[in-house]
C-alpha cells in the first residue's frame, strides 16, 4: 500500500513539504502547520518523522523495574 501511494503522488511536492517542515524543526517554525502540507502532499507518517528526526533524535523507551 506504501508503494501505491507513494507512486502516486507528486514527488517534488511531498520533497518541498518535507524540506520545509524540516527548516520549521530547526527554527521555530510551527510543526503542525508544516505537517499538514506533507501529510496533503502524501507523505508517509514515517517521512514525516524522519524529516524531524535529525533535529530532535529517536526517542529511546527505557526499560525499569519498579519494586516496592
Not at 19 to 27: H, K, S, T, V
Not at 48 to 60: C, T, Y
Amino acid at each position: 500500500r506504501l508503494r501505491a501511494v507513494r507512486a502516486g503522488r507528486d514527488e517534488a511536492a511531498a520533497q518541498a513539504a518535507l524540506d520545509a517542515l524540516r527548516e520549521g524543526a530547526r527554527g521555530d517554525g510551527n510543526l503542525l502547520e508544516l505537517a499538514i502540507p506533507c501529510a496533503r502532499a502524501r507523505a508517509t507518517v514515517g517521512e514525516i518523522s524522519l524529516a524531524m528526526q535529525p533535529v530532535f533524535g529517536r526517542h529511546r523507551a527505557a526499560s525499569r523495574t519498579l519494586g516496592g
